[in-house]
C-alpha cells in the first residue's frame, strides 16, 4: 500500500463550531478535523460506495444542521446529521445508466445543481428541504450538434456559476456553453477560432475569460458582441514550461481574474493588458509526486469567502487560502495520524479487499492501494481459503489443486 496516501487530498470542507468535515479524494473516508488542535480521525466510511474509490466527492455544501456531500464518482448524494453522524443516500440517477462524471454543482432557489461530464447523464437537481430529485435533459438536448455520441465528455472543469446562469467550455475545443436555469434553456458559443483548445472559464460582468490547452495566454470574450481580445503573461515572470492544462484554475472573485498554474509556483492575475504576478505559492508548498495523484491536476474546485479564495488540494500538498486584498496565501496541510496506514487502513481497507479478492479467485493487480507484500501478509494472517494446504504435498501441486 502506498503511505503517502495519509497525507490528504480532498474537493470540499464545512467548519462547523470547533470541526471541519471532509471526504477523502484517495480512499472511501469521512474525515472530522479539530479546528483548534488540527487533529484528524476517520469518523467513517461512506455507505453504498466502493471503498477504494478516487474522488467520491466533488463540493460539499451546508444546509440547516445536514452537510451534504456532492457525488464526484460517488453513485450517490450522501447526506450527513451534523449531530448524530448520521448519514442517508439518495440515488441521483433516476434510471439514466450513462458512465459519467459529476464536474460540478452548484446550490441555487433551494436546490442542488450538479453538471455532468457526459450528455448521457443529464443536469440534475435536488431539493436540500426534501431531496427531491429532478432531471432535465432539455439543457443538453441541444448539445447534439457537436456532441458525437452519449459518452463524450462535455465538461472536465469547474464552471462559472451566479444567479440561475452557469458557463463552461466545452472540453478540448472552443465551445463556450451558457446554461441559462431559470429558462431552462443552453446556448453553444464558438468563442474562439477553430483549432483552440480551451480548458477554463470564468466570467466578470460581460467578459468571459478563457483558458488554453498547452498556452499561458488568456483570451477575453466579450459576450455582448462577440469580440476577443488576448492577455499574454509579461516576459519577465519567465513561467515554468508544461503542456496541457497549464492552468490548474481561472477564477473570477473580487473584481480580479486569478490563475493558478499547474506547473509554476507563483500565482498570476490579469491586470490592465497582461498576464502579472499575484502572489507566490506557500512556504512548503509542493506537486504530490509520489503516488496516483501525480497526474492530476493541484486543485479541482474553489470557494469563495468574502475576501478569501479557498481552493481544495488535489495534486497540491495543502489547502490554499488567497487572501485577495492583501495580495497573498496561506497554506495548511491535513495527515492521517502517525501509523494509521499500517492500523486502521491495513485492517479497514487492505485487508477486506484481499479477503474478498482471494475468497472469489480474482486476479489482482499491484496498484498503489495493495502490492505483493500487503497480499501475503493477508494471506499468513487470515484463514482465507475453505481447508489448509496439507504439508505433505509439494506447494505447486497443491495451489494448482485449489484453484480447481
Known amino acids: 500500500m502506498t503511505k503517502s496516501y495519509s497525507l490528504l487530498s480532498f474537493d470540499?470542507?464545512?467548519?462547523?463550531?470547533?470541526?471541519?468535515?471532509?471526504?477523502?479524494?484517495c480512499f472511501n473516508g469521512l474525515i472530522e478535523i479539530d479546528r483548534e488542535s488540527g487533529s484528524v480521525r476517520m469518523i467513517n466510511k461512506f455507505p453504498k460506495e466502493n471503498a477504494f474509490m478516487y474522488l467520491l466527492h466533488h463540493k460539499l455544501c451546508k444546509h440547516g444542521n445536514k452537510i451534504i456531500f456532492t457525488p464526484d464518482h460517488a453513485k450517490n448524494i450522501h447526506v450527513m446529521d451534523m449531530d448524530s453522524n448520521d448519514m442517508i443516500c439518495v440515488d441521483f440517477k433516476g434510471g439514466y445508466s450513462g458512465a459519467a462524471r459529476c464536474i460540478d454543482s452548484y446550490v441555487w432557489d433551494n436546490r442542488l445543481w450538479l453538471f455532468f461530464?457526459?450528455?448521457?447523464?443529464?443536469?440534475?437537481?435536488?431539493?436540500l428541504s426534501t431531496y427531491e430529485i429532478r432531471h432535465y435533459p432539455e439543457l443538453t438536448e441541444s448539445l447534439e450538434t457537436i456532441v458525437k455520441d452519449e459518452d463524450q465528455v462535455i465538461f472536465w472543469a469547474e464552471l462559472w456559476k451566479d444567479r440561475g446562469q452557469a458557463y463552461g467550455v466545452f472540453y478540448d475545443s472552443g465551445y463556450l456553453v451558457h446554461i441559462d436555469l431559470t429558462c431552462r434553456k443552453t446556448e453553444i458559443i464558438p468563442a474562439v477560432p477553430e483549432g483552440k483548445r480551451m480548458t477554463g472559464a470564468a466570467v466578470a460582468g460581460e467578459t468571459a475569460y478563457l483558458t488554453e490547452r498547452d498556452s499561458y495566454e488568456v483570451t477575453a470574450y466579450s459576450l455582448a458582441d462577440g469580440s476577443t481580445r488576448t492577455y499574454a503573461p509579461e516576459h519577465s515572470l519567465n513561467l515554468a514550461k508544461g503542456t496541457g492544462y497549464v492552468y490548474s484554475n481561472i477564477v473570477a472573485a473580487n473584481g480580479k481574474i486569478l490563475l493558478v498554474p499547474n506547473f509554476d509556483n507563483r500565482i498570476l492575475c490579469i491586470k490592465d493588458d497582461r498576464i502579472a504576478f499575484f502572489c507566490h505559492m506557500p512556504k512548503g508548498y509542493r506537486d504530490i509526486e509520489e503516488d496516483g495523484r501525480n497526474s492530476w491536476r493541484r486543485f479541482y474546485s474553489t470557494q469563495r469567502c468574502g475576501n478569501v479564495l479557498r481552493l481544495f488540494p488535489a495534486k497540491a500538498n495543502m489547502l490554499l487560502d488567497i487572501d485577495l486584498k492583501e495580495e497573498k496565501a496561506e497554506g495548511r496541510s491535513y495527515k492521517?495520524?502517525?501509523?494509521?496506514?499500517?492500523?486502521?487502513?491495513?485492517?479497514?481497507?487492505?485487508?477486506?479487499?484481499?479477503?474478498?479478492s482471494a475468497r472469489d479467485a480474482q486476479c489482482m493487480y499491484e496498484n498503489d492501494v495493495v502490492n505483493l507484500n500487503d497480499y501475503i501478509r493477508v494471506l499468513e494472517s487470515d484463514t482465507v481459503y475453505p481447508r489448509p494446504i496439507p504439508r505433505t504435498e509439494q506447494n505447486g501441486r497443491a495451489i494448482w489443486r485449489l484453484f480447481q
Not at 117 to 127: A, Y
Not at 340 to 352: A, E, I, Q, S
Open 336 to 356: 492521517m495520524p502517525s501509523g494509521w496506514m499500517d492500523t486502521g487502513y491495513y485492517r479497514d481497507y487492505v485487508t477486506p479487499y484481499v479477503r474478498e
Open 12 to 25: 470540499g470542507l464545512i467548519d462547523n463550531g470547533k470541526e471541519s468535515y471532509l471526504s477523502s479524494a
Open 117 to 127: 461530464s457526459n450528455k448521457g447523464m443529464p443536469v440534475t437537481s435536488m431539493d
